[in-house]
């Protein structure tokens, strides 16, 4: 069974850097792709980037060049390092993990199996 615990959520004024991390328990024997949502009060649940098993990333356009997401498959841990931040990244962060070997991957959350039970990120101006 997948567990999901992410942490280093915070509160950061705008401008400023938070690195999210996600500790993965899962089948050695089974690739994923892993990924990062986000929701804020009001609004959909938005994929913010994801990785493949090969290590391919994908971005949501509102994080492009902002926000990068890693792997440490020795650690078994999904990073998000934000920087640049704003008042409009505020929203509780998910990490989510499928089965899958395809080598890209997406950001459509009705795809992944598994996840987390969040970590809040607040950006004050």
């Known amino acids: 069974q997948v567990q999901l615990v992410e942490s280093g959520g915070g509160s950061v004024q705008s401008g400023g850097s938070l690195r999210l991390s996600c500790a993965a328990s899962?089948?050695?024997?089974?690739?994923?792709?892993m990924a990062w949502f986000r929701r804020s009060p009001g609004k959909e649940r938005e994929g913010v980037a994801a990785?493949?098993?090969?290590?391919?990333?994908t971005y949501a356009d509102s994080v492009r060049g902002r926000f990068t997401i890693s792997q440490d498959n020795a650690k078994n841990t999904l990073y998000l390092q934000m920087n640049t931040l704003k008042p409009e990244d505020t929203a509780m962060y998910y990490c989510?993990?499928?089965?899958?070997?395809?080598?890209?991957?997406?950001?459509?959350?009705?795809?992944?199996?598994?996840w987390g039970q969040g970590t809040q990120v607040t950006v004050s101006s």
């Open positions: 990785v493949s098993s090969r290590g391919t990333t």
């Open positions: 989510a993990a499928k089965q899958t070997s395809w080598p890209w991957p997406g950001l459509n959350a009705d795809d992944y199996n598994y």
């Open positions: 899962v089948d050695p024997y089974t690739t994923y792709s």
